[in-house]
């Protein structure tokens, strides 16, 4: 199934011990909140990955190639981000993801090497699916992240205020930080803080970059079979 649903596989590469790098990382768009995004980015020299859904339309089309064109790195969020859906089995998974590589494919001219599950990896909707999954997605040559750093903006009352400290707070328990943050519509405050928290990351004396399959991912652990 799914036979142009491949990538070459990429060796992963290992952190050096003393780099301090964050890689910031946006889920679920293209918004109206991407260019946005893309400015402050380009602002503060900074290359970010964005881990996108299905929007067909010809305006999210155009945000994907602008995110790709300004040279980040655009990554498959699953097309419909239903859980219920995409986690009822293997081939309900894939059927979606791959829907997504099209997508992608077409918008931008980039075919992606790399993936975010939704809701992370492991989630309390796939867990009797996440290895076989996760194994079948490194088959095909793809590259998945997870995350050790959440902006927490996603989270039931969120502020701008928790936004900023829950970013620092846990980033600067890494050298190497994969920081969640979201990029739908509604993250007007994740937008707001975006500047301050590169900013105070750069005092800390961290780089910044993009993922690709080359980065050694963090993921979580996968549930024993």
């Known amino acids: 199934m799914f036979p142009s649903f491949y990538v070459e596989p990429t060796e992963k590469i290992a952190h050096k011990a003393g780099d301090k790098v964050a890689y910031l990382t946006f889920d679920d768009g293209p918004s109206e909140l991407t260019p946005q995004v893309l400015k402050i980015l380009a602002d503060n020299d900074v290359k970010a990955t964005f881990f996108v859904v299905g929007r067909s339309d010809a305006q999210s089309k155009k945000w994907m190639k602008e995110i790709v064109d300004q040279g980040h790195t655009i990554g498959m969020h699953t097309y419909t981000h239903n859980y219920r859906k995409i986690y009822a089995s293997p081939t309900a998974f894939f059927t979606d993801l791959s829907e997504l590589n099209d997508l992608i494919t077409e918008a931008t001219g980039v075919k992606p090497q790399i993936v975010r599950f939704a809701g992370g990896s492991v989630n309390s909707y796939n867990k009797g699916i996440a290895r076989p ?33 829950n970013t620092v707070n846990e980033a600067v328990q890494f050298e190497k930080a994969v920081v969640l943050f979201h990029d739908s519509s509604s993250k007007h405050d994740t937008v707001k803080e975006l500047p301050k928290i590169i900013g105070t990351l750069k005092k800390n004396g961290y780089r910044f970059d993009k993922l690709d399959p080359s980065v050694k991912p963090i993921i979580f652990k996968l549930p024993a079979q």
Do not use: H, M, P
Request: cysteine-free; proline content about 0%; hydrophobic content about 30%.
């Open 133 to 165: 999954v996760a194994d079948e997605l490194t088959r095909r040559g793809y590259t998945y992240y997870d995350w050790n750093v959440s902006a927490g903006d996603a989270e039931k009352g969120a502020t701008a205020q928790s936004i900023y400290q």
